[in-house]
């Protein structure tokens, strides 16, 4: 599939504004939630405001003090797993949630006829308060996630083994709040309507996690789209336009028995009607199915969150260079699995816009981080000509023309720079980062030689054919693969990786 180019920008601050905005309307859907259907028939709902409750049954110690505590150590556990991102927005949530619970209980007593510290009945009937509790607190939750945010407790917890496994959020919190409401019978224990308290904390519990997964899977659902049209290639011009890509296959019209284009898409399903306007507009009478698919994985898209089955390590080397992922998989050997940006479906040109090889590693690798999830390493690598001034360094690939790669014209063009240049001296020099959730480490090589007057060699990529390492007679062109390797910038870098990796 035709992959759109994707830029490599951090969320905006319109974006995060949005986020913070979104994430509170959830908190005050929740906080109504609990402080009216739940607290006053003392059903117990789940997650940490379930512990809180649980605790403000028997002490009538106000639950946000409680919920504030037991949240701060597992704020520690976010920090650690998710990343600070992730934690702003919680700890945003977590004193939001403390102090939006407290004003609306005070909201209340400020009620005429209500008594201080008795919450009273919003609806009289207990089964119909935890139905429409359970409804809104699962609205609520989905609002907070689909935000970027959490509760805090229980909602950390989940997005946790989220991250790691796919495992519907739904399903880790039910987990983690049977175990919560199932303790509250202890605390009833002695009345006569325990277990119906109790049952009714599992009926809110159902309807929250119903409610959580299907608003969460309506904004993640995605279609495919099949259309048959003689205007194939403006309709996928169209749709490429709005950042979906679109692939075009060939089949055959069997009727006619002529040649027909169909034109394949995944989007959201959120973006279908858009997608319908365009068609219409374009060939009202084309032929077009749309079919629901379950999961979509891959840029644009989710996450494959399943785990390699091998013991090996599975790491991306963001390269497009053949040459040089042959090279780093023969030295990082047999332990690691080391796919390239085309085994992920990567298929976006990285930009590398930086001024030094670092930035430029560094971007490829955050690059395929963050949009697909593996622990990644890049290199930028390059020739550094003495009596250039360091060039062609960053320019290397595209020292000849703007296209780049193109091999014999930067060496025709590095002979023409250098003719007549007594001073040869050159080095070739690579900078690795290596990106993981939490990390980055940079890995430098660098090989010392001369540039030659004429090209020698058949091997290798690049300038190899000109350069003479010191102290060899052969230049890395007439030298086998793992002669290169053993003594080249880029295997310098990557022995300097595979030892902190074994490390
Ligand atoms: P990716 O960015 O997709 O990894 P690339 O070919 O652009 O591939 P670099 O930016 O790291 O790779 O390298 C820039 C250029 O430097 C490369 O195209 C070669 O012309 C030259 N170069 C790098 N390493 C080399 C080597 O080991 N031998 C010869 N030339 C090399």
Same mark, same amino acid.
């Given at each position: 599939?035709?992959?759109?180019?994707?830029?490599f920008?951090?969320?905006?601050?319109?974006?995060?504004?949005?986020?913070?905005?979104?994430?509170?309307?959830?908190?005050?859907?929740?906080?109504?939630?609990?402080?009216?259907?739940?607290?006053?028939?003392?059903?117990?709902?789940?997650?940490?405001?379930?512990?809180?409750?649980?605790?403000?049954?028997?002490?009538?110690?106000?639950?946000?003090?409680?919920?504030?505590?037991?949240?701060?150590?597992?704020?520690?556990?976010?920090?650690?797993?998710?990343?600070?991102?992730?934690?702003?927005?919680?700890?945003?949530?977590?004193?939001?949630?403390?102090?939006?619970?407290?004003?609306m209980?005070?909201?209340?007593?400020?009620?005429?006829?209500?008594?201080?510290?008795?919450?009273?009945?919003?609806?009289?009937?207990?089964?119909?308060?935890?139905?429409?509790?359970?409804l809104?607190e699962?609205?609520?939750?989905?609002?907070?996630?689909?935000?970027?945010?959490?509760?805090?407790?229980?909602?950390?917890?989940?997005a946790?083994v989220?991250?790691?496994?796919?495992?519907?959020?739904?399903?880790?919190?039910?987990?983690?709040?049977?175990?919560?409401?199932?303790?509250?019978?202890?605390?009833?224990?002695?009345?006569?309507?325990?277990?119906?308290?109790?049952?009714?904390?599992?009926?809110?519990l159902?309807?929250?996690?119903?409610?959580?997964?299907?608003?969460?899977?309506?904004?993640?659902?995605?279609?495919?789209?099949?259309?048959?049209?003689?205007?194939?290639?403006?309709?996928?011009?169209?749709?490429?336009?709005?950042?979906?890509?679109?692939?075009?296959?060939?089949?055959?019209?069997?009727?006619?028995?002529?040649?027909?284009?169909?034109?394949?898409?995944?989007?959201?399903?959120?973006?279908?009607?858009?997608?319908?306007?365009?068609?219409?507009?374009?060939?009202?009478?084309? #032929? !077009?199915?749309?079919?629901? %698919? @379950?999961?979509?994985? &891959?840029?644009g898209?989710?996450? +494959?969150? =399943?785990?390699?089955?091998?013991?090996?390590?599975?790491?991306?080397?963001?390269?497009?260079?053949?040459?040089?992922?042959?090279?780093?998989?023969?030295?990082?050997?047999?332990?690691?699995e080391?796919?390239?940006?085309?085994?992920?479906?990567?298929?976006?040109?990285?930009?590398?816009?930086?001024?030094?090889?670092?930035?430029?590693?560094?971007?490829?690798?955050?690059?395929?981080?963050?949009?697909?999830?593996?622990?990644?390493?890049?290199?930028?690598?390059?020739?550094?000509?003495?009596?250039?001034?360091?060039?062609?360094?960053?320019?290397?690939?595209?020292?000849?023309?703007?296209?780049?790669?193109?091999?014999?014209?930067?060496?025709?063009?590095?002979?023409?720079?250098?003719?007549?240049?007594?001073?040869?001296?050159?080095?070739?020099?690579?900078v690795?980062? #290596? !990106?993981?959730?939490?990390? %980055? @480490?940079?890995?430098? &090589?660098?090989?010392?030689g001369? +540039?030659? =007057?004429?090209?020698?060699?058949?091997?290798?990529?690049?300038?190899?054919?000109?350069?003479?390492?010191?102290?060899?007679?052969?230049?890395?062109?007439?030298?086998?693969?793992?002669?290169?390797?053993?003594?080249?910038?880029?295997?310098?870098?990557?022995?300097?990786?595979?030892?902190?990796?074994?490390?």
């Amino acid at each position: 599939m035709t992959q759109p180019q994707i830029p490599f920008v951090p969320q905006t601050v319109q974006q995060e504004v949005r986020d913070y905005v979104m994430i509170t309307v959830g908190l005050i859907i929740y906080s109504f939630a609990l402080t009216c259907f739940m607290l006053p028939h003392e059903i117990t709902t789940g997650g940490m405001a379930g512990v809180a409750s649980i605790i403000y049954y028997v002490t009538h110690f106000e639950v946000q003090y409680t919920y504030l505590f037991i949240n701060v150590v597992f704020l520690i556990a976010a920090v650690i797993e998710l990343g600070w991102k992730f934690c702003f927005k919680t700890i945003y949530a977590v004193l939001m949630l403390t102090f939006i619970l407290w004003v609306m209980q005070r909201v209340i007593e400020m009620q005429p006829g209500v008594t201080p510290g008795v919450l009273p009945k919003m609806m009289p009937d207990r089964f119909m308060s935890c139905v429409i509790g359970g409804l809104l607190e699962g609205f609520a939750l989905a609002i907070c996630f689909l935000n970027n945010g959490s509760t805090g407790g229980t909602d950390i917890i989940a997005a946790i083994v989220n991250k790691y496994k796919n495992l519907s959020l739904g399903n880790v919190i039910l987990i983690c709040d049977i175990l919560i409401i199932s303790s509250s019978y202890f605390v009833f224990k002695g009345d006569s309507d325990s277990w119906q308290r109790v049952i009714c904390g599992y009926v809110t519990l159902s309807i929250s996690a119903v409610t959580l997964d299907y608003v969460m899977n309506r904004r993640r659902q995605s279609v495919q789209f099949m259309i048959f049209s003689r205007n194939y290639s403006k309709i996928a011009d169209a749709i490429n336009k709005t950042g979906r890509g679109v692939t075009v296959l060939d089949g055959m019209g069997w009727y006619t028995k002529t040649e027909r284009k169909v034109v394949v898409c995944l989007a959201k399903k959120s973006e279908s009607i858009n997608i319908f306007r365009m068609i219409k507009s374009i060939d009202p009478y084309c #032929f !077009v199915s749309m079919g629901q %698919v @379950h999961g979509v994985f &891959g840029e644009g898209f989710d996450q +494959i969150k =399943a785990k390699s089955t091998s013991n090996k390590r599975t790491l991306v080397f963001a390269t497009n260079n053949q040459h040089k992922l042959e090279e780093v998989r023969s030295i990082l050997g047999e332990d690691f699995e080391v796919r390239s940006l085309e085994d992920v479906g990567c298929r976006t040109d990285i930009p590398e816009t930086g001024t030094t090889f670092r930035e430029n590693a560094l971007q490829k690798a955050q690059f395929v981080k963050k949009f697909y999830g593996f622990d990644c390493f890049a290199d930028d690598s390059g020739l550094e000509v003495e009596a250039l001034g360091g060039a062609p360094g960053v320019h290397s690939a595209r020292y000849a023309s703007e296209e780049g790669h193109d091999s014999e014209a930067n060496m025709a063009k590095l002979l023409t720079e250098l003719d007549g240049v007594e001073n040869r001296r050159a080095n070739f020099r690579t900078v690795i980062a #290596f !990106v993981t959730d939490d990390s %980055v @480490h940079y890995f430098e &090589g660098k090989v010392d030689g001369k +540039i030659l =007057a004429e090209r020698r060699g058949e091997g290798g990529f690049g300038y190899d054919p000109l350069f003479l390492p010191d102290g060899y007679d052969k230049t890395f062109a007439e030298m086998s693969a793992d002669e290169k390797n053993s003594i080249s910038h880029r295997g310098q870098a990557v022995e300097k990786l595979v030892a902190f990796l074994k490390k």
